[in-house]
C-alpha cells in the first residue's frame, strides 16, 4: 500500500494532477506566523432551481427548526453564506422561480420565496453573507434574442432592481451578485453592471465571474478593465487536479461558488468534507458554496436529495438532519469569516499516509481550529469532477503547536467518521485532547473528519419529537387558491415551465395564474411544451384531476390557446396522460404535455374531438385514469372521453398548465384516488432467499417485499434486515448483513440513482445486477436489463425511472418467490 503527499503539479494533454512521494513521520507544526489568505466563509444554494420550493409551506414548528438547523450559530450548519437564485421564470433544474421583473414596466417584490428565506437566515444569523445569481432571465431583458448581454445596461438595470428590492422592501444586503449560472459572462456587460450598481448607492456588492469553469481566469488576464470590475472568481465543482495558474496570476479571491451535488448520506458528508479542506491545501480556494442547501422539491424532479438537510413532507412536518449538516459544522462552528488560513507546512497540508488538514486563526484573538479529514477513495468522490486513484491508511499524528499559538493545556476536539456503518455511526461527537510542551497526538482513521479547536461553543443542535415521516402525498386532495397572499406560489406545487403565481383578479377573488409573457433566456428546457405546474408524487397511476380554468380574453391571442390536465407525468411532461382544451372547444387526449405553440416537439393524440366553445369565462376541466388504464375526461360535468385506453407504465405527478405563454387562471384545484387497492404481501424472506423481480405496486403503496435501503457502504438492505448478496455469477441471494463481504457491495452512483437509471456493480465479480422479463434477477449475464433506479417513498428499485415501452410495466426487486412471467405480451395498454 501506498501513501500520498502533493510533490509537484505536472500536466499532460490540457489536465493537471499531482505527483507524489512518501511522507515522513515529522510532526506536524503550526504556526501563526505564516498566515495566508482571509476565509470567506462556508455557504449553502437555495435554488438552481426551486430546490426550497416545499420549505415556505412547511407545518410548524418543523419549518423553524429546520431553519435553526441550517442557519443557527453554535447548532448545526451555522452557515455563513447563503446564495440565492434570482427568479427567471425558467425551469432551472428542480423547477421554476418567478422573476421579480415578468415584464419590463413592472417590479414585484414579493414573488418566490428567496426573499423570505434570506430574512429568516438574517434573523438567525446577522452577520451572515447573502449572494444572488441568476440561472435565467425573463425573455424582456434580450428583446426575444435570448441573449441577456445584447442589452446590457437593460440586463444591469434588472439584476439592480433584483439589489435594490431586497435592501428597500426587506433590509437585506446582498454582498455578492453573480452573472449568469454557468453559461456566459460578457466583459462589457460586467463593466455595465458594476458601474450601475456604484450608481444606485451598492459599490459594496462584489460581483462574482462567472459561476462556471476555469476559462474565465485565462479571459479575465487578457481583459484588465474586465478584471478590474470583478471582485471574486467563481467556479463550479472545480477539480483540485487542473491548471490554477491564470487564476493565482490575478490575484483574486477564487471560489468554489458551486460544490457538492452529492447525495445527503454518509457518502455525501464524505464529499463534502474532502472538498472544503482539499480546495484550499492544493489550489488555496477560500470559500465553498454546497448545492443545495435543503432538499425541500419532490422526488421525480433532477437530484433528489443532493441537500445539506432533506425536508420533503411539508404535509406530515418529518425531516432528516443528515450527516452533512455536521460535516458543515466541523468548519463553521468554530470558525468566523475574516479568521486567516494558515500556509501550507504552517498549518495546512496533506497528511502522510493521505488526506488533508487545515488551519484558522482568528486575527483578533489567540483562537485557532484545526480540521483533518481522510477519505478512502471508494467514498471520496463528489457527483464531479471526478478523482485520480489514491490510498489512504489510518495513522496517528504529533501536532506541534509553535510559541506564536500560545498553546493552551487543552483542547476541544469533534469527531465524525463518515465510512463507519454502525446503526448508530459517530457523526459530530466530542471529547477534549491534552496539550503537553505545545504538543498533542491525534489518531486519524479513513473516513475521519476531525476538528481540534480551542472554541468550546459547539454544540450537536436538537429537536425533541421529530414527527414520523409520512413519504405518501395525503389524498384526496383540494385547493381553492384563496388562503395564499399575492405574488405566492400555490402551497405544494412545484412550477416545471413557466411561473404560476396566486393573485387577486376582478372578482375580488384569487387565482393561480402563470405570469409569464413569452419564452424565457432559458438555463436548460428551451421551451418545447407548455407551461405547467405539478403536485404529487412519481409513483401516482390511478388519480382524477379536476379544476376549473379561465383562458383570457381572447383580444390579440388565438383560439389554439388551451387548458390543460394531466395525471401519470413526468417532471417535464414529456410522458404522461393530459387532457387539452381551446378556445373553440377543440379537444386532445396526449400521452404528454402540449407542444408549446410554434415548436417542434412531437405529439400524437390518443384521442380528439370538439365540444362547445370555452371563449374566456371559468370552466371546469377533469381527466381520471384508473387501474384499468382507461381514460375518462369532462368539461364543466359533460363527458367529452370515456374509456380510451392509455399506457400502464406510465407513473407520475398530477399537473394543470396550458400551450402557450398566456395568463391562463385556475381555481378549486382537486386530486383524488380513483379505485385503489392495497397489495398483498408474500411470505418473510429468509436468509438463502433467491431474489426475483415483480410488477411494482401501484400508487406509492408500500411493500414490504420491494422495499430496499441503499446503504452508504453500497449494500442493498432488505426491510427484512438482510441484505443482497451476489458473490457468484448467477442467483442473488438475501444472506446476514456483513459490509466486509464483496458479494454484498453493489456499486452505483448513489446520488443519480434516484433520478436515472445507473449500473448496481456486484463487487464480487465485477459484474452488473439484471433482470429478465420472467422475473429473473442475477449478475453474470446480459438480461432484458442491467440498470435500476431508486424510488425513496416506497424504497423500490425499479427498472423504470420513465416510461420505457419495450419493458413494459415497470418491474421491482422483491424478496418474494419467483413468479413466472415468461411469455407474457409488454404491452402499451395492460
Not at 446590457?152 to 449568469?180: C, F, H, N, S
Not at 449538516?325 to 463553521?332: E, G, L, P, R, Y
Not at 452488473?768 to 420472467?774: E, F, I, M, T, V
Request: charged share 20%; net charge negative; glycine share 8%.
Amino acid at each position: 500500500m501506498s501513501f500520498w503527499r502533493r510533490a509537484e503539479v505536472f500536466c499532460l494533454a490540457g489536465l493537471c494532477f499531482a505527483a507524489f512521494v512518501q511522507a515522513s513521520a515529522a510532526p506536524i507544526v503550526v504556526d501563526r506566523t505564516h498566515t495566508s489568505a482571509t476565509f470567506d466563509g462556508i455557504g449553502g444554494l437555495s435554488g438552481g432551481g426551486a430546490t426550497s420550493v416545499l420549505l415556505p409551506h412547511y407545518a410548524e414548528p418543523s419549518r423553524s427548526q429546520i431553519l435553526d438547523y441550517l442557519f443557527k450559530p453554535n447548532f448545526g450548519a451555522s452557515l455563513q453564506i447563503l446564495k440565492v437564485e434570482i427568479g427567471g421564470d425558467s425551469q432551472s433544474t428542480d423547477g421554476t422561480e418567478s422573476s421579480h421583473m415578468h415584464t419590463e414596466d413592472r417590479i414585484d417584490l414579493h414573488t418566490g420565496y428567496e426573499w423570505w428565506l434570506m430574512q429568516e437566515a438574517k434573523k438567525r444569523n446577522p452577520e451572515i453573507k447573502l449572494y444572488g445569481l441568476a440561472w435565467a432571465f425573463p425573455g424582456w431583458v434580450g428583446e426575444g434574442s435570448g441573449d441577456p448581454f445584447k442589452f446590457p445596461e437593460q440586463t444591469a438595470r434588472y439584476l439592480v432592481a433584483w439589489v435594490a428590492g431586497a435592501k428597500t422592501e426587506y433590509g437585506l444586503d446582498i454582498d455578492y451578485l453573480g452573472i449568469w449560472n454557468e453559461r456566459a459572462s460578457d466583459s462589457k456587460f460586467v463593466q455595465v453592471l458594476r458601474k450601475t450598481l456604484n450608481q444606485a448607492g451598492f459599490a459594496r456588492t462584489k460581483l462574482v465571474v462567472k459561476d462556471g469553469t476555469l476559462d474565465i481566469c485565462n479571459e479575465l488576464l487578457k481583459d484588465k478593465a474586465y478584471a478590474d470590475a470583478v471582485d471574486i472568481v467563481g467556479l463550479h465543482y472545480p477539480s483540485d487536479f487542473a491548471d490554477f495558474s491564470a487564476c493565482r496570476q490575478l490575484g483574486k479571491p477564487v471560489w468554489a461558488s458551486e460544490e457538492s451535488s452529492s447525495y445527503d448520506d454518509l457518502n455525501g458528508a464524505a464529499c463534502w468534507g474532502r472538498v472544503i479542506n482539499s480546495h484550499w491545501v492544493i489550489n488555496r480556494m477560500t470559500s465553498s458554496i454546497m448545492w443545495n442547501l435543503v432538499g425541500a422539491y419532490y422526488h421525480g424532479t433532477d437530484w433528489y436529495a443532493s441537500s445539506m438537510l432533506t425536508s420533503v413532507e411539508p404535509w406530515s412536518g418529518h425531516y432528516e438532519v443528515n450527516p452533512v449538516i455536521w460535516a458543515t459544522a466541523h468548519v463553521t462552528q468554530f470558525t468566523k469569516i475574516g479568521w486567516r488560513y494558515l500556509a501550507n507546512g504552517s498549518g495546512s497540508g496533506e497528511l502522510p499516509r493521505g488526506g488533508y488538514y487545515t488551519a484558522w486563526v482568528d486575527p483578533s484573538s489567540d483562537d485557532f481550529t484545526m480540521n483533518f479529514v481522510k477519505i478512502s477513495r471508494d467514498h471520496a468522490s463528489c457527483t464531479r469532477p471526478p478523482l485520480p486513484n489514491f490510498q489512504v491508511e489510518e495513522e496517528t499524528l504529533t501536532v506541534l503547536l509553535s510559541p506564536s499559538m500560545r498553546p493552551p493545556d487543552e483542547l476541544e476536539i469533534w469527531y465524525s467518521n463518515f465510512e463507519s456503518y454502525d446503526a448508530d455511526p459517530s457523526v459530530f461527537k466530542h471529547s477534549t485532547v491534552q496539550v503537553l510542551n505545545g504538543k498533542f497526538s491525534l489518531k486519524v482513521p479513513v473516513g475521519a473528519m476531525i476538528t481540534v479547536t480551542t472554541i468550546k461553543t459547539g454544540q450537536k443542535g436538537s429537536f425533541q419529537g421529530i414527527p414520523p415521516s409520512s413519504p405518501s402525498f395525503p389524498l384526496n386532495y383540494a385547493d381553492d387558491f384563496q388562503s395564499s397572499a399575492d405574488s405566492e406560489n400555490a402551497r405544494w406545487f412545484a412550477d416545471q415551465i413557466g411561473s404560476f403565481e396566486i393573485h387577486r383578479v376582478e372578482d375580488g377573488m384569487r387565482s393561480l395564474k402563470q405570469m409569464v409573457p413569452l419564452l424565457p433566456i432559458g438555463w436548460t428546457d428551451k421551451g418545447s411544451r407548455g407551461p405547467m405546474t405539478l403536485i404529487g408524487m412519481r409513483e401516482w397511476q390511478d388519480i382524477k384531476v379536476q379544476v376549473s380554468f379561465r383562458l383570457p380574453p381572447p383580444a390579440g391571442r388565438v383560439p389554439a390557446d388551451a387548458a390543460c390536465v394531466g395525471v401519470r407525468t413526468d417532471q417535464m411532461w414529456k410522458n404522461g396522460v393530459v387532457l387539452c382544451v381551446n378556445y373553440d372547444g377543440h379537444w386532445e387526449l396526449l400521452n404528454s404535455g402540449p407542444p408549446l405553440q410554434g415548436s417542434s416537439a412531437p405529439a400524437t393524440p390518443l384521442a380528439s374531438g370538439m365540444t362547445k366553445a370555452v371563449g374566456s369565462s371559468w370552466h371546469v376541466l377533469s381527466l381520471e385514469v384508473g387501474g384499468s388504464n382507461e381514460a375518462q375526461g369532462a368539461l364543466d360535468g359533460n363527458e367529452l372521453l370515456s374509456s380510451v385506453p392509455v399506457r400502464s407504465m406510465d407513473t407520475g405527478f398530477a399537473a394543470i398548465g396550458a400551450n402557450g405563454w398566456f395568463p391562463i387562471e385556475f381555481r378549486n384545484f382537486s386530486v383524488s384516488k380513483v379505485h385503489w387497492a392495497p397489495p398483498a404481501s408474500c411470505v418473510e424472506p429468509r436468509p438463502g432467499a433467491v431474489l426475483t423481480s415483480e410488477p411494482c405496486t401501484r400508487n406509492g403503496y408500500y411493500l414490504q417485499e420491494q422495499a430496499w435501503e441503499l446503504l452508504p457502504s453500497y449494500q442493498l438492505k432488505h426491510d427484512s434486515g438482510l441484505c443482497a448478496s451476489g458473490g457468484a455469477q448467477g442467483a442473488v441471494t438475501l444472506e446476514i448483513c456483513d459490509s466486509t463481504k464483496p458479494a454484498q457491495l453493489f456499486l452505483n452512483d448513489y446520488t443519480l440513482v434516484r433520478n436515472t437509471l445507473v449500473e448496481f456493480t456486484s463487487k464480487a465479480v465485477m459484474k452488473p445486477l439484471a433482470g429478465d422479463k420472467s422475473g429473473a434477477v442475477f449478475v453474470g449475464k446480459a438480461g432484458d436489463w442491467s440498470k435500476w433506479t431508486y424510488f425513496p417513498n416506497t424504497k423500490q428499485l425499479r427498472n423504470q425511472y420513465v416510461a420505457d415501452v419495450s419493458l413494459g410495466y415497470p418491474m421491482c426487486l422483491t424478496a418474494c418467490p419467483k413468479k413466472d412471467l415468461t411469455h407474457k405480451p409488454v404491452s402499451l395498454f395492460t
